[in-house]
């Protein structure tokens, strides 16, 4: 089965940026949807975009334009770059795998801590 590793977490000031890595380990990648997920204080977790095994990206309205999900398959590695990034950002992000023929998400990291200060 797949490990993933998050990394690229940390504090930012409101309107800045951060890029997120997702490295996995122990299968390729190239078969799997990978996707984010954050999970704030008190709230449920939620997913923020996906990237299917074919390159095809979908995002949640609420990072529609600022974030970009993307996959290096030759580094076994998925990206979340997190633009315009805002308080209420702020939260746990988990990175996250599907194989291509599951219908759940069953390989998550560890999660990364993302603050954004006013």
């Known amino acids: 089965q797949v490990q993933l590793v998050e990394s690229g977490g940390g504090l930012v000031q409101s309107g800045g940026s951060l890029r997120l890595s997702c490295a996995a380990s122990g299968r390729a990648i190239s078969d799997y949807t990978m996707a984010w997920f954050r999970q704030a204080r008190g709230k449920e977790r939620e997913l923020l975009a996906r990237?299917?095994?074919?390159?095809?990206?979908v995002y949640v309205d609420s990072v529609k334009g600022r974030f970009t999900i993307s996959r290096d398959n030759v580094k076994n590695t998925a990206y979340l770059q997190m633009n315009s990034l805002q308080t209420e950002d702020t939260a746990v992000y988990y990175c996250?795998?599907?194989?291509?023929?599951?219908?759940?998400?069953?390989?998550w990291g560890q999660g990364t801590q993302v603050t954004v200060s006013s």
């Open positions: 990237i299917s095994w074919d390159n095809v990206p």
């Open positions: 996250s795998a599907m194989f291509r023929t599951d219908y759940q998400f069953l390989y």
